[in-house]
């Protein structure tokens, strides 16, 4: 079994900068007997480590109870994450990423290709499958920064704009929505742009390839800008918050928050296949 977000065959420990760490040579799998179980339907990860917040959604998805909503919060150090059935070569400006210690990372999901770094946050919200309505967890999002005073709206693809920009890139999943389900759950997922480097963004996600035929599923290009553009106040911690509270409101979930961090027992079930800069 193929770790969630990464191929082995497609990874290379100088692709990682330090603080990300490698990769062992075996590999997590989601059917290995374990006792352990999520006790919060809140989550924020105080891990930066791409590859272990990655696993750590599906884990989570696949092991909460199927009646419960679900959050979960994290940021990635600077990476690029593709689609599960998107080619890196029409995705990813690879020299680019190899010159500036930048990795790419192939999540299972489908849908398109995103950038991540300290200026994004990833939001995560699973529900039961019956009660999935890929309007109403977009809706959590917008009220949560409309909250930070940013005049927010979700667009037809559930994007979140400002303007006629896009500030909230969606995982889509299944015929361009942004949302996967699987038996009884569903989840909705995406990024939100704070303060990111956009700079950095474009010069990984430009490839010029027009004449490569892929099987791939191509990425949706689309402007984009940062939240600090409307509001110079927002941070990560402050939408972190937000978020929360706008899930709790819509599910009516009183749950105390879990923070994961270096210490946490769910580390044990990763920790394996990680180095122990997580």
Known sequence: MRLFCAHASQLSTRYLPSPIGTLSSRFYSPGRPTTLKPRSVVYVSKSVNPYFNLTLEDWLFRHSPADTPLLLLYRNSPCVVIGRNQNPWKEVNLQAAKQKGIPWIRRRSGGGTVFHDFGNTNYSIHVPRAAFDRTKTAEVVVRAVRALEVDAYANERNDICVGSKKMSSFHP???????????????????????????????????????????????????????????PRVTHEALVDSVIKSFREEYRVTDQVQCLGHMSPILAIFTPFLDSRV
């Open 173 to 231: 999943h299944v015929s361009g929505s942004a949302y996967k389900i699987v038996s009884n759950r569903a989840y909705h997922h995406g990024t939100m742009l704070i303060s990111t480097r956009l700079d950095t963004l474009g010069d990984l996600l430009h490839v010029d390839k027009p004449t490569m035929s892929t099987k791939g599923v191509g990425s949706v290009r689309s402007p984009v800008c940062n939240l600090v553009e409307s509001n």
